[in-house]
């Protein structure tokens, strides 16, 4: 199974340019979307999840037309979006049930086959009588991964799923999620760096509504390797640096700023050779220094 986006494009009316001119190949596995706010990463998973339409392009899963024929996605489709509202009162186990009738199981005795070996996966067993309001960030994301694999799909779009939870629920997500993409097309549209190199193979990076890299995870390290160099600098002497080098990125580490640096030659005053990583590549692109 392939998912296959070609040349999508999309305007809202108040002139952004969400989707320009999109092209990508998603096989089976988990594959990274990448990119900060405003990137294009949501209007690109709304549109695969046959929530908004564009204005040209196209999108096939398999032989799905997803643009043309969204009743057949939704047959196949599990979403997760950034945020979800769910019945106050209602427990895991009613709305899933519930949510198990809407997708098209009729049969009582099937329903109740499947909501509870899902909440088995996703370890809220012991909590299915709970109210979904009550549960913890991390409980309703799993709740969340649930309902998205009601019916088996065999497309699965998962929209910054690990933004707020603590490194114990992350990490319980992370193995659900992995478990997943074993035989699914799972999508992982994030701004947090270390989930798509926990996760994935697969990745992209948009910013401003374009593709600016589509690949394997380790392909994108290779164009950096050797290339990124760091050095402390005191906050004042910031400013010279950004304008001397081209600057990847910068953070506080005891109180004063390390950069990295993009550099096709080797560097001294001071500089040392830096383990390339998927934060730097992601930096990297987004600055167009690659």
């Not at 990508?24 to 979307?33: A, E, Q, S, V």
């Not at 009588?129 to 709740?143: E, I, L, P």
């Not at 992982?188 to 926990?198: F, G, N, Y």
């Not at 910031?238 to 950069?259: A, H, R, T």
């Amino acid at each position: 199974m392939e998912l296959i986006i070609k040349n999508l494009d999309k305007k809202y009316s108040n002139g952004v340019h969400a989707l320009n001119n999109v092209t990508l190949t998603i096989k089976n596995g988990m594959f990274g979307l990448l990119g900060p706010n405003g990137a294009g990463k949501s209007s690109l998973m709304r549109t695969l999840a046959t929530l908004q339409d564009v204005d040209s392009g196209s999108v096939f899963l398999g032989d799905i037309d997803v643009l043309n024929n969204k009743e057949a996605v939704r047959q196949v489709l599990g979403y997760l979006p950034q945020e979800f509202g769910v019945y106050p009162r209602t427990s895991a186990l009613e709305l899933l049930d519930h949510l198990a009738l809407l997708k098209g199981f009729d049969n009582k005795s099937d329903r109740k086959q499947i909501v509870e070996q899902l909440l088995l996966k996703v370890n809220l067993w012991e909590h299915r009588k709970n109210a979904v309001a009550s549960y913890s960030g991390g409980m309703r994301q799993r709740f969340g991964i649930a309902q998205c694999l009601i019916g088996s799909p065999k497309l699965v779009i998962v929209d910054e799923p690990t933004a707020g939870l603590d490194p114990g629920e992350r990490n319980r997500f992370y193995n659900i999620l992995s478990e997943i993409g074993e035989n699914t097309i799972v999508i992982l549209s994030t701004h947090i760096v270390q989930d798509v190199r926990e996760l994935c193979t697969q990745m992209a990076v948009m910013d401003k509504g374009k593709v600016l890299f589509s690949g394997n995870t380790d392909d994108a390290l290779l164009e950096i390797k050797g290339k990124v160099w760091e050095r402390k600098v005191t906050k004042l002497e910031l400013p010279k640096y950004q304008e001397e080098y081209k600057v990847i990125s910068n953070k506080l580490v005891g109180g004063n700023p390390l950069i990295h640096v993009f550099s096709e030659t080797q560097l001294n005053d001071g500089f040392t050779a830096a383990e390339e990583t998927l934060e730097d590549v992601f930096f990297a692109k987004l600055n167009e220094l690659v």
